[in-house]
């Protein structure tokens, strides 16, 4: 029995050191108006799916985040409100030049930190280290695609177009202030599939990680500090109540941006005092099919179909959730 249990529990002096982790991690720091300031107030311990052995007991906390309130959460919203300063100010008054400079930066500083955010992917979420390692490196190839995608919509906007007569230049402009939230399953990719977005365009942004998986966007408040201008980039954490519904029912949110349920989409949105005003980027629930066909190679689609419904648990916003099978 000692030794089963050795086996499912690793003692932490006998971890390797691709997956040993500086325990615990308490993060008090959280950056608004670009300064990474102390938090003194309570805090969320983060509890681990695994569980280690340290001094012949088990344990699974790995660290603790803020619990911040609503004072805190509003400074945040302000700092980002200053900052865009109705479309004049420095961030979003930058050439797209600059601003693409600003994200190189920090896709360099970012990888500099890839060893610790892929260790807290694995032990905040229980992703393996081959996912672990995989999500931070699409990441990174996503922010250099984006940089590349807006190079193609500013060169397509150099260009007048003609409709009915009428001849236009068409340009994007930023929109104000974005909440940005994402979910637990892909707590950093999905995250920055709408911070990305949303910044290099000219917003400015407050976001909040999912409450599972907090701890592994820490080691990159330095690099967003130190890549962009005071107040483009805002962190909160803690409880939604508590500090997403005072920023959504003040009214100063333009854009929301929201990757999880439809529920709780829908309780974002009623918070806001002019919903016809707010702009949403929304990602909710999923339910992929897989359309298995007469001619199928069974082996082959088992495989896949088994991979794509339980790989991480399905718990995926790509996982197979309903399979049609031909008769």
């Known amino acids: 029995m000692k ?21 615990p991690i308490k993060q008090t720091k959280y950056l608004i108006n670009g300064e990474l300031l ?10 681990s799916p695994i569980y280690i052995e340290d001094n012949e007991s088990l344990k699974n906390v790995i660290g603790s985040y803020p619990l911040m309130d609503k004072e805190t959460s509003l400074k945040a919203l302000e700092a980002a409100k200053n900052a865009y300063n109705n ?8 050439t797209l030049k600059q601003r693409i400079e600003c994200f190189k930066n920090f896709t360099l500083l970012m990888k500099e930190q890839r060893n610790i955010v892929v260790k807290l992917l694995m032990w905040e979420i229980g992703k393996s280290l081959k996912d672990s390692e995989k999500e931070f490196d699409r990441t990174v190839d996503y922010i250099n695609d984006t940089i590349e995608a807006l190079k193609d919509l500013d060169r397509d906007a150099s260009r007048p177009v003609i409709k009915q007569g009428i001849i236009a230049q068409i340009r994007r402009a930023p929109l104000g202030v974005v909440l940005c ?7 950093l990719n999905e995250t920055c599939t709408t911070l990305i977005p949303a910044l290099i365009m000219g917003n400015t942004v407050v976001f909040k990680p999912p ?19 005071k107040g483009v980039v805002n962190t909160i954490y803690g409880e939604g109540q508590k500090v997403v519904a005072p920023i959504m029912e003040s009214g100063e949110v333009n854009v929301l941006a929201f990757i999880g349920s439809c529920k709780v989409a829908d309780i974002l949105k009623r918070q806001h005092p002019q919903p016809h005003k707010l702009k949403s980027v929304l990602g909710l629930e999923a339910k992929n099919p897989a359309i298995i066909l007469e001619d199928c190679d069974l082996d082959i689609t088992v495989k896949e179909c088994i991979t ?3 790989s991480f648990n399905g718990q995926r916003c790509t996982a197979l959730k309903i399979i049609f099978i031909h008769e």
Not at 3 to 23: A, G, M
Not at 87 to 94: A, I, L, N, Y
Not at 181 to 187: I, R, S, V
């Open 38 to 47: 102390e938090w003194v107030g309570p805090t969320e311990e983060v509890f």
């Open 211 to 229: 409450k599972l998986g907090v701890l592994l966007h820490s080691p990159l408040l330095k690099a967003f500090r130190d890549s962009f201008p």
């Open 308 to 310: 794509g419904s339980l």
């Open 87 to 94: 479309g004049q100010g420095d961030w979003p008054s930058m």
């Open 181 to 187: 939230m994402g979910p637990f399953n892909y707590p």
């Open 3 to 23: 030794e089963q249990i050795e086996r499912i529990f690793p003692d932490k002096l006998k971890l390797h050191e691709n997956i040993n982790l500086p325990f």
